[in-house]
């Protein structure tokens, strides 16, 4: 069974700093590109950023230099180091491993900023 497993959220003042962890199954780490998304209450999930299985990343444009993706694939962990937070980042952050067509999805992790 495939499984994704987000930890490190919490409250945060802003300027702050976060680490998400996100655990995966051996079974697809190591041939799945790897993701993070996140909703804020009221609106649609959007991504935030991407790492391949070779180690190319790619981030939204209102995290780019903020945050930073990496992988650790001897732990089949996937990090979002989150940099100078701001209020408009809370929301709840999801772990994404795809493989078109397939796609998982962690129960996300919640992460607020606010002073």
């Known amino acids: 069974q495939v499984q994704l497993v987000e930890s490190g959220g919490g409250l945060v003042q802003p300027g702050g700093s976060l680490r998400l962890s996100c655990a995966a199954s051996r079974s697809i780490f190591s041939s799945y590109t790897m993701g993070w998304y996140r909703q804020a209450p009221g609106k649609q999930r959007d991504w935030v950023a991407t790492?391949?299985?070779?180690?190319?990343?790619n981030y939204a444009d209102s995290v780019k230099g903020r945050f930073t993706i990496s992988r650790d694939n001897a732990k089949n962990t996937v990090y979002l180091q989150m940099n100078s937070l701001k209020p408009e980042d809370t929301a709840v952050y999801y772990c994404?491993?795809?493989?078109?067509?397939?796609?998982?999805w962690g129960q996300g992790t919640q992460v607020t900023v606010s002073s």
């Open positions: 790492i391949t299985r070779g180690g190319s990343t």
């Open positions: 994404n491993a795809h493989s078109p067509p397939i796609a998982y």
